[in-house]
């Protein structure tokens, strides 16, 4: 007896070790300041880190913690959002910029510290203040757990494939004006691969990213959308993917030639090298699903080159043929065809009993143009706004939200956030824009107060207001079951039976299909304020945003702690 309670001891106290072991501390430190390069034929400055375009990636384990120390050597305020990571009892290091946190400023430096609990997969980080982001974001890779293995046959290699955007301008100025004469955004000169615009620009033959495979092998492409205003479609010239994660959550295998990836999301592929040694393109262009809207029609690409393949400048790669921009119907087609991987690393089921139902309306809108200011948005005279539930969000200006709410501060926010539309009428309908006073959004800072552990379910329903386009709606501090997506007017009576109630989808971010609506469902199990918002830049400084209170729970492990000591303050 005594042995086998030795035995027992001894097994307890080496699986103790390896987990003590498995635990990382992973520490990088951002520089972040002005960087000049070559594109498009000009010099441009730019806001990056590190001196690198897209910024370092990040490599940890499930259980590891990040210490990211952040120098603002910039001359703009900014914060870092780590997209994706649940932030659990790490509200704090969360980023969005006057939700968790005031900005570092130019001269200052902020530490963030958090723990990977639970999670693993692909992530990013971005800049969370203004449209920085353009230029300052990066991977995050978080693997198993040592000792544990991804659901799929381990791949050869792996590699992030970031999607960006680029301007020849200053963002943050084209931002300011346009918020200022309250037009839309000014339209992106390029889309890039892993910083690169590649071939089909000027001056860019040589500005092309490349990537060396060995036929036969097969690659895990963990890919990103980074752009800062534009849904991509994404393929790769005669080859086929396997989709088996999305937004870090693992999937049933998924084959396709094309990929849909909203701006926010994450989505991993495997690529097996299956085809005659040659060259092949990537390629990627917008998903343009606004119509009339004006935006950049051009493509990036990159090229796949086999080992043993002739240079690719003296042989022309196969191209993949793109879907058209507006291409809804394989863009649905694809965002409705992911499910989850039951019973696979961090999966949860559908929690049944809801007990926060929301329906909210989410789209466009317009602002009364301030006396002595010169408006040109549509129509001329009026703002350009957005909205939620007819509430155009507006960020506090001298505390955090999180800030407010840890230390009970009145009179920065109220949880008075209508849980249905102030009036009812006919959301797709492009009529409604004839109804002057539906089109304009009051301004507030109105959100959603949540008790610890209550499940919320809303109903996302875009609306025609000025326009419809597929808005990539992106909820910090959780993932969202995916419930159901349709066009038209979510109708209660037919569409609730549409729920997919076993193995839906789990996302942080989610394109509401142009026209339609989309049925997310989560749980309210971390404490602090949380961000919900449209990962346009264009639309998220207009008021296409809300945000989430969740209380503690009943325990010190449920309970957020105190702000860090070097909490930047406004």
Known sequence: MGRLVFLFASSLLLMVAATTVSAAIVEHSFNVQNLTVNRLCNRHVITAANGRLPGPSIRARE????????????????????????????????????????????????????????QEGTFWWHSHTSTLRATLYGAIIIRPTAGNSYPFPKPYREVPILLGEWWNGNVVDMANQALAHGTGPNISDAYTINGWPGDLYPCSQNQMYKLK????????????????????????????????????????PYVTDVLVVASGQTIDVLLTADQPIGSYYMAARAY???????????????????????????????????????????????????????????????????????????????????????????PVGAKLSASMNNVSFVPPSSLSLLQAFFFNVGGVYTTDFPVKPPVQFDYTNPGINGD????????????TKLKFNSTVEMVMQNTAIIGME?????????????????????????????????????????????????????????PGVWFMHCHFDAHLPIGLATAFVVENGPTPETTLPPPPVDLPQC
């Not at 900014?78 to 509200?91: E, K, R």
């Not at 704090?92 to 958090?114: E, L, S």
């Not at 097969?218 to 999305?246: P, Q």
């Not at 039976?497 to 309210?524: C, D, E, M, S």
Request: hydrophobic fraction near 40%.
């Open 288 to 378: 343009a699903s606004a119509a009339g809207l004006e935006f950049d029609s051009t493509t990036t690409r990159g090229v796949i080159v086999y080992e043993g393949a002739p240079s690719w400048t003296s042989r022309t790669p196969l191209m993949p043929v793109l879907p058209a921009f507006n291409d809804t119907p394989t863009a649905h087609k694809f965002s409705t065809s992911l499910t989850a991987l039951v019973g696979g690393p961090h999966w949860e089921p559908v929690p049944l009993k809801v007990d926060h139902k929301m329906f909210v309306t989410i789209g466009m809108a317009l602002d009364v143009c301030p006396s002595n200011t010169t408006c040109q948005g549509p």
């Open 63 to 118: 259980g590891d913690t990040l210490i990211i120390h952040v120098f603002n050597k910039s001359p703009y305020n900014l914060t870092i959002h780590w997209h994706g990571i649940h932030q659990m009892l790490s509200a704090w290091a969360d980023g969005p910029d006057m939700i968790t946190q005031c900005p570092i400023r130019p001269g200052n430096k902020y530490t963030y510290k958090f723990k990977i609990i639970k």
């Open 213 to 252: 495979v060995k036929q036969g092998k097969t690659y895990l492409l963990r890919i990103t959308n980074a752009a800062v205003d534009n849904n991509l479609f994404y393929k790769i010239a005669n080859h086929k993917m396997i989709v088996v994660a999305v937004d870090a959550r693992y999937t049933n």
């Open 436 to 447: 002057l006073p539906l089109l304009f959004a009051p301004k507030g800072t109105r959100i």
């Open 470 to 526: 597929n808005h990539p709606m992106h909820l910090h501090g959780f993932d969202f079951h995916v419930l159901a997506q349709g066009f038209g007017n979510f109708n209660p009576a037919t569409d609730t039976l549409k729920y997919n109630l076993l193995n839906p989808q789990i996302r942080h971010t989610i394109g509401v299909p142009v026209g339609g609506w989309a049925v997310i469902r989560f749980v309210a199990n971390n």
